[in-house]
């Protein structure tokens, strides 16, 4: 079994003896149980000194978990000589009842439908090198009154008057990058800042990536106020121009927009790359263009991916407000971003994140925080154990642990100590009950 409370030394300062004492018989509890992991169910694998009692009393503890996490990645998981990025996404885990604080109605991505439950933002700092998400930050999101009203069915509009052609009388030019936040862009805003006041500048971060729901000017105003360059994606059907160039050198145009960019005629001198994979032939464009909507040049990178047998195609459209980033590192800084949907998974399948049932707002800050941290927790066991059991995942890990948590205590009942061989040989036996990979010879018990 890991020593778990040599792991959590380095929260000391941040967190007092007591409350690591209960962390750590909570983490022991969760990596060997079976069932839903709630209060009651860690409670009855954490074993002396994890009655339910104090397992109540730490959900209900204030815990400065962005702390938490930072020194742990700092001292654990921090490469440094590794490129991180920092990627944020939202979370949606569902839930009944009507008293658990945050409950409201969300738009979940994977039913495709606003649901009854609560939403997290997290962000993850992403290593290029490890191809791994750190979550690093989680915030629950509450909905303003003005988020809530967007959601409620609106009355009909009426539709306007056709406007006549031309500029209307008395318009003047706006500034794009004096844009109004979202309340969810504020949200993002303000935990950016707080993340980078705790890390001081230990991380050189560049790059902010985000799905294609912030692909538009007032994400990119709020990363480049953070000193970010946003990686997001465009809509497919964007309207994009060619900066207008003027061939008469006598004649001074201030014209700003060119022609308009036509995603089935792609010019071959943006052309930067094609390749063939079953059947499916992807070419790939890089152009410095104009939108209308943004205040500056974007750097945008087109996949085109057509089918050799049917001719059908398509296109994505990836963007960076860094002009000078390269077509390759947008394409895969832009795939790394899925690794924290990696991390959600983990933390709704084996730590909690969709089980637990605490009501206040305090439990549910610890509930949600507590899976994502198990997430780093376990990236970390699973290093060491992979070094005796390559291949090894989450569910080897945990059968493991669940093992071990047998042999201990079916040792406490025997009369005698058995001989070392026999010993071993029950200790293999029952750790590789439940495991999907092969039991290695070198595991032995400690």
């Known amino acids: 079994m890991p020593d778990i409370l040599s792991l959590l030394q380095c929260l000391l300062p941040e967190i007092n003896a007591t409350t690591m004492r209960q962390l750590n018989h909570i983490i022991i509890a969760i990596l060997a149980m079976s069932g839903r992991v709630t209060m009651l169910g860690i409670s009855r694998w954490a074993g002396i000194g994890g009655s339910y009692r104090t397992v109540m009393r730490f959900f209900h503890t204030v815990i400065p978990w962005a702390t938490v996490f930072w020194v742990f990645f700092r001292r654990h998981l921090f490469c440094p000589n590794d490129v991180y990025l920092l990627a944020g996404d939202e ?26 439950g609560l939403s997290f933002f997290t962000l993850s ?3 290029v090198e490890q191809r791994h998400s750190f979550p690093i930050q989680i915030e629950q999101v509450i909905k ?3 988020e809530k009203s967007l959601v409620s069915p609106s009355p009909k509009i009426k539709p306007k008057e056709k406007r006549g052609r031309g500029r209307p009388k008395g318009s003047k030019n706006k500034n794009k990058t004096e844009v109004i936040f979202t309340s969810e862009l504020l949200r993002i805003k303000k935990m950016i800042n707080e993340l980078f006041k705790l890390i001081a500048n230990f991380i050189p971060l560049t790059y902010l990536v985000l ?21 997001s994606k465009l809509r497919h059907d964007s309207a994009l121009y060619i900066p207008y160039q003027n061939s008469d050198p006598n004649h001074r145009s201030r014209r700003k927009y060119g022609d308009r960019f036509d995603w089935c005629n792609i010019p071959q001198v943006y052309s930067r790359q094609s390749s063939i994979d079953d059947d499916i032939l992807t ?51 832009y795939k790394l971003r899925f690794q924290i949907e990696f991390n959600f998974r983990d933390a709704k399948q084996f730590w909690g994140l969709e089980d637990f049932m605490n009501l206040g707002q305090t439990a549910v800050t610890n509930a ?49 100590q058995p001989e070392p ?24 018990p400690s």
């Open 91 to 116: 979370v949606v885990i569902t839930k009944a009842g009507k008293e658990t604080h945050g409950l409201d109605k969300f738009f979940s991505s994977l039913l495709s439908k606003p649901i009854s």
């Open 125 to 127: 700092l992403v290593s």
């Open 144 to 146: 303003s009154d003005v």
């Open 211 to 231: 799905d294609g729901h912030f692909g538009n000017n007032n994400a990119l105003q709020m990363a480049r106020q953070v000193n970010l360059h946003i990686i």
């Open 283 to 333: 070419c790939t464009y890089q152009a410095t263009l104009l939108h209308k909507e943004f205040s500056q040049p974007l750097n945008v990178v087109i996949l085109v991916k057509t089918s050799l047998k049917t001719n059908a195609h398509s296109h994505v459209i990836l963007f960076s407000s860094d002009l000078n980033l390269s077509y390759e590192k947008i394409i895969d800084y």
């Open 368 to 416: 949600a925080n507590l899976s994502f941290f198990m997430v780093n927790l376990s990236h970390y066991l699973l290093a060491q154990f992979r070094q005796d059991n390559p291949g090894s995942g989450i569910v080897d890990l945990k059968a493991y642990c669940r093992g071990f948590r047998y042999v201990r205590e079916m040792l406490k009942m025997l009369p005698d």
């Open 421 to 444: 061989i026999l010993l071993a040989q029950i200790f293999a036996k029952l750790t590789s009950l439940g495991r999907i990979h092969n039991v290695s010879t070198a595991v032995e």
